[in-house]
């Protein structure tokens, strides 16, 4: 329903399902829908490429802006004329091409570069609209003829009025007549034996540095030791002590069937 040259008192035409520009705009031109020209439209603030719904009977911001940092200059946005659009920027005014021929619309009123327009459009009832947008972004010897078109439908429409989820009637629940619990027959319990108390065993040196066997007496059976690290050094540090340092009752008392055994050679005390 639209086209524009970019003149610079505005689009000098409108109508059409395509965008039937003129003169040099048609000589080699850059052209496709408004997304190939990162031109975005948004109306109430929702962008008018994803098929909105808003709501009639109401006055919405109406932005054409090009996105990325570019520029355009001419443009044309036009309805049926029952759509009312309103001027809001000095980039703009009425599309008087689209009222000669029925239509309503809204257009530039200068070639110079712009990033984004802003007015506002309405209408009075219910039902989908017809928009037509043509951008020209440039049409010169120069720079070449650059431009695109798209249409879009936007239906006006109320948001449905949220409804209450229905609330059940309270019903009286049956009471259950009262019962009396089961009295469990007492039984006997065995008696247990006291449990003699754990004694504490304090481990608080064990693995700790140490210099003298007193050093390691938290414990019993913990003695100072030459200990080799994990660097290859020793030290000395409580550990418990050997097998070959412990004296068996047997051997030293006669007890046991060990103290009439022979020691043998070279089971002396080697520890360290």
Known sequence: LSSTNALPNGASACGGDTAPVQSTHLI?????????????????????????????DTELPLVLERTGGGAFRGFLVSADEDVVFTVGSSDSQDAAVCTAVGLAGVTHTGNSDKTSVENSVAFSGTGSKQFDITVVITNNSVEGSEY?????????????????????????????????????????????????????IDSSCFNAECSTNDDCACRPGLTCRRTWEPDGSFTFRCKAASKTNKTRLSSTE???????????????????
């Open 28 to 56: 080699d031109p850059t052209t496709g829908p408004l997304t190939q020209g990162g031109i975005r439209v948004l109306i109430g603030g929702q962008d008018i490429e994803d098929g909105i719904t808003v709501p009639p």
């Open 148 to 200: 695109y078109f798209s249409q879009y439908m936007v239906t006006f429409e109320d948001a449905p009025e949220p409804t209450d989820a229905p609330v059940p009637a309270p019903t009286d629940a049956p009471v259950p007549a009262p019962t009396d619990p089961p009295v469990p027959a007492p039984t006997s319990f065995p008696t247990e034996s006291p449990v003699p108390p754990v004694p504490d």
């Open 254 to 272: 006669g007890i046991g069937g060990a103290g009439n055994r022979p020691t043998k050679s070279g089971s002396g005390d080697t520890g360290p």
